[in-house]
């Protein structure tokens, strides 16, 4: 970690050193601006290192579909543009079906996916025991394959922005929670951790859930609430689990690693606040008795960890990039991902340092504006996991 | 470079044999499955390889319980806990070695964690290498075979003591005098943790402070046999073994689940016949330890196991303490040849041995702890992980305590008398928890001045020294990132050993340990729902 003097003066500091913040950090100092990235805990505390690590393009809005097109393209380029394969896994995504509605409902989402090209394909009960053999056919109708869609190990995400930064010598304050900002004429002039005093031009803050706490220091309130979700990961088996599937009849969502190991969810089980980021016997025996509704194959096999972390929810599930003109000048927030952070980070690191740079809004960022709130031009997203 | 061997598969529950390598071997009932084949002239090692890795028995073995029943076709067979025999059974091992493990010797970025393999740095060939990754991981197939359905029951006390070794004795003794309501909870048919072996040597009994054997037989009526893999947010814990799955309900929980001496860090410390003093306890009771060995000592309770196995054993003691019988300071590197140990020590001299028993500063068994909010730090100038203070985010509201050398700082003796000063405490009279609050211990110097490159820290994810190294250069630091980085500490056996050797390279912690700290198969913890009435 480099000296930081409070005289030197930044063009951004970064505030939230998550997949976002790193990703907005390299795409700034890339364009030359002098960046300082600042982080309550170590890079990726927050919900980085807590997720389930799958990427995927079909969502149920299409600006979130646009977004991810774009964003998977970033993905799957990072381990070229950065030196770290983040083993990338186009491994699809499987969706169970089991009622005639669910079936409408992805017929009729299909067709705006692939008017935008990346329809997937529809499965009956045969096919969707071809792709997962072990699966239990009671009760299911079909199944939606979306190709497009994968898995990907996010640690090498932040491993690899971390590496670049600390080569463009971009300073990475880790244990350093803000503890308030000074303002002036309506502009932010610096963050204070503590009695350290950083000035900067701009501030981003990517501080995913954290983040309306981050603003409240500036009277800025984000509708961005955090909501407490847990993850387990089992031991590894021999992989016979090639896409990331999601039972939306059993509530419950499974992938398997390529160290073996089989890592999910259930869909529904979470609680809104900031809660301990601890681990309930609830969510173990749910998760266990659906996964093996799901896959009765994997009965015997031991669940090794689990953990939770903090889904950053906005009113429409979707996130929030930009300013907004009530806020004091300077501030900018790039948050609420409401659980596609991770995917996301790449590209959404790459808009923000663009328009922070430019001052132009890039097409793809600008259905995200805090403003949409106000104007209720809220986007349509129900596709939560 | 040793033959690997891969995994052990029972295929029958009817014959009274073990095959080992096409050898049958009869195993009587109760008697240890690791002792068994060990008699056979087998060295139970199994190397974990990452993408190929299936390790299941080891020489040290009865640190993780969680590998006796691993990769076993179905469960039931051997007592995941006792590793004893409870079935006949028919045991063939297998000495075919997988892909991954055929390059793990060749290649120096296989093997190691993943996140840090040469090959997929790269991106180049990913594809291909992925698939290669997928088809030739020996990890077991699950599918087809018998499921296990375990009794599951609840279980509700006033105080739940986690350990029966001489920590949970000393409270058990300090509850039972004020007659509190207490369960005792421990995997072990034999109560007294690391001494229960130690019991049957008439020079360790007498070196102990404390009637454990008579405490023993007091304590039985109000012990469970079992595992505790944690504390949940509901203020539960989850107690697992012999086909049985408790919840348990307290209104107080005592850790009381002792330490355990981490593998040392020369070259070739993952070697068969490399095993702890415990083990090395085991061993002996059952007849199986034989000269010639090599002891390797760091601390008081290693040094007292010398002086009782001594005069049989003859053995050669290697330690950086003054100890007036000692040949060399360190091990720089154990080599296995066809038939044993070749040991070279710093100053220069080689010997042949069957084993080295290491016993090193002990690291707390913190994975409980830890998880339930408890930090711990590395203490360079002693060398060890101690508790620091109970901070961050508990697990849940239920009042938990420490006794004994979870804390990482009392010697055996001490571990007793602090169980009883927990006890005293629980029930309110400080006088007499006052009177026994044990001495401070001897500061032992650090010993971490040898580090070899190749040593093991981690056997479960398959991390050495030089991936640490490697963590560094990537400017990658602290416990969090190297964990992240390399696998360490992330695998079945929850970072039982690996910590503190991780923490003696990065002089840094504390750690988050994840729930259940013993892996639970998931048709045990649904059978604990509801939902499984839909199932």
């Known amino acids: 970690m480099k000296p930081v003097n409070s005289n030197i003066e930044y063009d951004v500091a970064v505030i939230g050193a998550g997949a976002v913040g790193l990703a907005t950090s390299y795409h700034l100092a890339s364009k030359g601006m ?47 543009e950065i030196g770290w394969n983040p083993i990338i896994f186009d491994s699809g995504y499987l969706w169970l079906l089991s009622t005639e509605a669910d079936l409408q409902e992805f017929k009729r989402l299909n067709t705006m996916w692939s008017s935008l090209g990346v329809g997937g394909r529809f499965l009956d009960t045969r096919e969707v025991r071809e792709v997962i053999p072990e699966l239990n056919p009671q009760g299911l109708l079909g199944g ?16 690899g922005y971390q590496e670049k930064l600390a080569g463009m010598g971009v300073p990475l304050l880790e244990s350093s929670p803000v503890t308030g900002f000074n303002v002036s004429s309506r502009r932010v002039r610096s963050v204070l951790i503590g009695s350290k005093e950083i000035r900067a ?38 992989h016979f689990i090639k896409p990331f599937v999601i039972s939306l009849k059993n509530r419950v ?76 000048e300077g501030l900018f927030v790039a948050a609420g991902f409401s659980g596609h952070g991770m995917m996301m980070s790449p590209l959404a690191g790459e808009l923000m340092a663009e328009y922070i740079a430019t001052g132009r809004i890039p097409d793809l960022m600008r259905p995200y504006s805090p403003e949409r709130f106000d104007e209720n031009r809220l986007i349509d997203e129900a596709m939560v996991f | 470079m040793f033959e690997r061997l891969i995994g052990f598969v029972i295929l029958s529950s009817s014959v009274p044999t073990v095959s080992v390598n096409g050898r049958l071997i009869t195993v009587e009932r109760g008697t240890p499955l690791d002792v068994a084949i060990k008699k056979a002239g087998f060295r139970g090692l199994f190397r974990s390889v990452k993408f190929g890795r299936l390790r299941d028995i080891m020489d040290d073995s009865y640190l993780y ?41 060749k290649l120096p970025f296989f093997g190691v964690g993943f996140q840090n393999s040469g090959l997929i740095r790269t991106g180049f060939g990913w594809k291909i290498m992925r698939r290669m990754i997928l088809s030739s991981a020996n990890l077991p197939k699950y599918g087809g075979e018998k499921v296990v359905r375990p009794e599951s029951g609840r279980l509700t006390t006033d105080i739940l003591i986690v350990g029966g070794g001489p920590a949970g004795m000393g409270l058990a003794q300090a509850l039972l005098e004020k007659n509190l309501d207490f369960l005792l909870v421990d995997p072990n048919p034999t109560l007294g943790g690391r001494i229960r072996y130690a019991l049957n040597f008439p020079q360790l009994r007498r070196a102990l402070n404390f009637d454990a054997e008579g405490l023993a037989k007091i304590i039985a009526t109000r012990r469970i046999v079992g595992l505790f893999t944690g504390l949940y947010e509901e203020g539960v814990g989850l107690v697992v073994g012999q086909n049985r799955i408790l919840r348990v309900e307290f209104s107080r929980l005592v850790y009381a689940n002792g330490s355990k001496c981490p593998p040392p860090l020369f070259a070739g410390n993952d070697s068969p016949g490399v095993i702890s003093v415990d083990y090395a306890l085991r061993l002996r009771h059952f007849g199986v330890l034989t000269s010639p060995v090599v002891f390797y000592v760091e601390d008081e309770w290693g040094e007292m196991v010398y002086r009782a196995l001594k005069d049989d054993l003859l053995p050669v003691l290697v330690s950086p303490l003054d100890l007036e019988d000692k040949v060399a300071s360190h091990i720089k590197q154990v080599r296995l040849s066809s038939k044993e140990l070749v040991v070279t020590l710093d100053n220069g001299s080689r010997v042949k041995v069957k084993y080295v028993v290491y016993s090193t500063l002990r690291q707390p068994n913190l994975e409980l702890p830890a998880q339930a909010g408890f930090a711990y730090s590395f203490s360079a100038q002693r060398g060890k992980i101690v508790c620091t203070e109970a901070e961050g985010e508990p697990s849940s509201n239920t009042p938990v305590l420490l006794a004994g050398s979870v804390t990482g700082l009392y010697e055996l003796n001490d571990a007793f008398r602090h169980g009883r000063a927990i006890g005293y405490t629980l029930s309110g009279d400080m006088d007499s928890a006052l009177k026994l609050v044990p001495p401070p211990t001897v500061v032992h110097p650090s010993t971490t001045g040898v580090v070899h490159q190749d040593a093991f820290v981690c056997f479960c994810e398959d991390v050495r020294v030089r991936d640490f190294v490697l963590a560094q250069h990537k400017k990658l630091r602290g416990s969090e990132k190297t964990k992240r980085f390399t696998g360490w500490g992330t695998g079945v056996c929850q970072g039982k050993l690996c910590i503190a050797n991780g923490m003696r390279i990065l002089g840094d912690g504390p750690y988050t340990q994840r729930l259940p700290t013993q892996p639970t198969p998931l048709a045990w913890l649904a059978s604990l729902g509801d939902e499984t009435s839909e199932l």
């Open chain 1, 34 to 80: 002098r960046v300082i990235l600042i982080e309550k805990n170590y890079a990726g505390s927050g919900s980085s290192t807590r997720n389930a690590a799958g990427f995927r393009v079909h969502f149920n809005s299409e600006h979130n579909v646009k977004f991810m097109v774009e964003g998977r393209r970033r993905l799957v380029g990072f381990g070229g």
């Open chain 2, 65 to 105: 319980p969680q590998y006796k029943c691993v990769y076993v076709n179905g469960y039931g067979f051997v007592n995941p806990l006792s590793f004893q025999v409870e079935e006949d059974i028919t045991v063939i091992i297998d000495r075919r070695a997988s892909f991954g493990s055929t390059l793990s010797g």
């Open chain 1, 253 to 328: 969502y499974f992938a398997q690693g390529l160290r073996g190991e089989i890592r999910g969810g259930v869909t529904d089980m979470f609680r809104k606040g900031y809660y301990p980021l601890v681990s309930s016997l609830e969510w173990t025996v749910a998760y266990a008795a659906r996964l093996i509704k799901t896959l009765p194959t994997v009965s015997n096999v031991r669940l090794n960890r689990q953990w939770s972390g903090y889904y950053e929810v906005t009113p429409d599930h979707s996130q929030i990039m930009g300013a907004h003109p009530s806020w004091p």
């Open chain 1, 201 to 238: 031009e701009r501030f981003v803050v990517c501080a995913g859930a954290w983040s309306p706490q981050v603003t409240a220091m500036l009277g800025v309130s984000l509708p961005i609430t955090p909501e407490r979700r847990e993850l387990g990961v089992t031991e590894p088996v021999k």
């Open chain 1, 144 to 159: 939606f394959y979306g190709p497009q869609d994968g898995t990907f190990h996010h640690d090498l995400i932040l491993f």
